[in-house]
């Protein structure tokens, strides 16, 4: 295929899926380019290599974002770096599906990991993705969006040297999710509505929240200020998907959630520790140590268990947070009715 060095966009079609160690080479001029790929992800960095020593200039040393997949992994187009660098924008559209969220927030940590994000940056923005997409999802979109087409939700992100600006458009009726007045989180955990935080956390989380109504379309523009810029703490991107580990000691339960608690993952982290009370658990003592972040859907779950485990006589104690963990905690009330530690041994000691 022929490569036209002013394009912005290469695109390329594979005979077989992407996989983990797939490897593309395109022909270009009669030289033969080497694309190694880990995966055909939305947001990755592909990193280009040569075959040989004689290839064209703008493709040396540069490295690419995958800028569209299609459903059957076969084809991508790879985003030419801006100035040499990488791109510093990212766009994916989510249809009415609630996996879709999953796959933006995965999304964006891959474009997030592949800039340096800091973290703290990174994970406040995988909240507030999970917030807003998934009310969108569920409740905005519900079937066909406002203007009688499939419902659709756009994410777009633009990193600039001091902030990060992500807008979220879809077409579903018209709502401003900020219009919701504050919860109350100084409540007890038995006089705690469950639910009502998502919004609270969005705009504690981010720098500046404006909504807009503009072409039939509900728009959400969030702010976030990179504070400490590159030189912030980072690393290789989130976790992924939720593990959950379970072991017993004494009359207490230690369960160490890693990698994220989010509208995805929260039902099975409920299912996991209902079954431990099921079973005659009282004391739980949960370790967030490999924990990346944590959404209003998983204070669900830690505020119901609670509730079930008050009226039991029994308690719950959290130790191991990070700093966004933490700040979710503090936003919410959390740290005020669920007693943070900093260690296993503190927070058994409380039982």
Wanted: one cysteine or more; a neutral charge.
């Amino acid at each position: 295929m022929a490569i036209d060095e002013r394009a912005s966009s290469l695109p390329i079609a594979s005979q077989v899926p992407l996989h983990e160690v797939a490897v593309l080479f395109v022909l270009c001029f009669t030289r033969r380019i080497q694309l190694q790929t880990r995966a055909a992800k939305v947001g990755e960095v592909v990193p280009v290599s040569v075959r040989d020593n004689v290839h064209p200039g703008w493709l040396q040393g540069k490295r690419f974002v995958v800028e569209e997949v299609d459903r059957s992994g076969r084809r991508l187009v790879i985003q030419r770096s801006r100035e040499g660098g990488m791109s510093s924008s990212f766009r994916l559209s989510i249809g009415a599906n609630p996996q879709g969220v999953a796959r933006a927030n995965e999304a964006f940590a891959g474009f997030a990991d592949a800039h340096a994000m800091p973290d703290a940056v990174r994970r406040s923005i995988n909240v507030a993705l999970d917030e807003l997409l998934t009310n969108t999802v569920l409740y905005g979109l519900a079937g066909d969006g406002g203007d009688g087409g499939a419902g659709e939700v756009t994410i777009d992100a633009e990193l600039h040297a001091d902030r990060l600006v992500v807008t979220l458009s879809d077409n579903g009726k018209p709502f401003d999710p900020f219009t919701r007045s504050a919860p109350d989180t100084t409540l007890s955990v038995q006089d705690r509505p469950i639910g009502g935080l998502g919004i609270h956390l969005v705009r504690r989380l981010v720098d500046d929240v404006r909504y807009e109504r503009r072409s039939n379309r509900n728009v959400v523009v969030l702010t976030k200020r990179l504070a400490g810029g590159a030189a912030a703490e980072h690393s290789a991107g989130g976790k992924g998907a939720m593990e959950i580990s379970k072991r017993q000691q004494g009359e207490a339960w230690i369960v160490a959630i890693a990698g994220n608690l989010d509208s995805a993952t929260s039902p099975r982290a409920q299912q996991e520790l209902e079954a431990i009370l099921a079973g005659g658990g009282r004391k739980l003592a949960v370790d967030f140590s490999s924990l990346d972040y944590i959404s209003s859907a998983g204070l669900r779950v830690l505020l119901g268990i609670a509730k079930q485990l008050g009226a039991k006589g029994g308690a719950l104690r959290t130790f191991g947070l990070n700093q966004t963990v933490r700040e979710v905690f503090d936003i919410s009330g959390f740290s005020m009715i669920l007693p943070v530690f900093s260690s296993e041994a503190e927070a058994l000691k409380a039982l």
